[in-house]
């Protein structure tokens, strides 16, 4: 049974630091592995997906990575800012047409 | 233009009620999920339709049905509420076959039951 672990739960930095968020999984079997971003009150918005063949993806300030042999991705996010503060899910898919699997995901708070 | 609609926001209801919560996407995907959230912030699949046909059921109470009225609409219908269904249920949608797009969430409806 896959299961997604984040750490650390929850992570306090000052603006305009670098950090990684980590995301481990137990089945490297997965066909694609994505990473969320959850403000309070609202839905989930995609940051990033790496499918099962990729090593990274890159979009702005994130930097995503992927392992699937070790069962690790981890989130990059450069020069953080107040408006990083979220909480930061990574879930993965098993194989095409079944559903995601979460973490508990990452909270994040970037004082200014 | 809100992809992926979910109503209401906010239900609350009372031990015993039946309630339901709608879901609509006008992305024109195929495959549509409720998941739900618990109080540790926890996201569980729930269900999954393509094309109104069911293709994931989890071990939900069969209290909870969901209703596919379409592709475009995937409802939740919940009878004999219990304290424990307190939580955030979130409707998604994604295109079926397409390996890089990600999964498009709505808001969620927070549902207290007292």
């Known amino acids: 049974k896959q299961e997604v672990t984040q750490i650390p739960a929850a992570l306090s930095v000052p603006e305009g630091e670098n950090l990684v968020l980590n995301c481990s999984f137990t089945?490297?079997?997965?066909?694609?592995l994505q990473w969320f971003r959850q403000d309070p009150g609202k839905g989930l918005t995609s940051l990033l997906l790496?499918?099962?063949?990729?090593r990274e993806q890159t979009s702005g300030r994130l930097n995503a990575s992927l392992d699937k042999s070790s069962g690790r991705s981890t989130l990059y996010i450069a020069a953080s800012q107040p408006g990083d503060s979220a909480t930061y899910l990574c879930?993965?898919?098993?194989?095409?047409?079944?559903?995601?699997?979460f973490g508990k995901g990452t909270t994040l708070s970037v004082s200014s | 233009d809100t992809a992926v609609s979910q109503t209401p926001k906010y239900l609350v209801t009372q031990m015993g009620n039946d309630k339901s919560i709608k879901c609509e996407q006008n992305?024109?995907?195929?495959?549509m999920y409720w998941y739900k959230q618990d109080s540790k912030k926890f996201l569980k699949i729930m269900f999954s339709?393509?094309?109104?046909?069911?293709?994931i059921n989890e071990t939900v109470p069969n209290r909870f049905s969901p209703k596919s009225p379409d592709k475009a609409h995937l409802n939740l219908h919940i009878n004999s509420l219990e304290l424990g269904d307190s939580a955030v249920y979130f409707c998604?949608?994604?295109?079926?076959?397409?390996?890089?797009?990600?999964?498009?969430f709505g808001n969620g409806t927070r549902l207290t039951v007292t």
């Open positions: 998604a949608s994604s295109p079926r076959g397409v390996r890089n797009s990600p999964l498009h």
């Open positions: 089945d490297s079997a997965i066909y694609n």
């Open positions: 790496i499918q099962s063949s990729q």
């Open positions: 879930a993965v898919k098993r194989q095409a047409g079944t559903a995601l699997i």
């Open positions: 992305l024109g995907h195929d495959t």
């Open positions: 339709y393509n094309n109104k046909e069911l293709i």
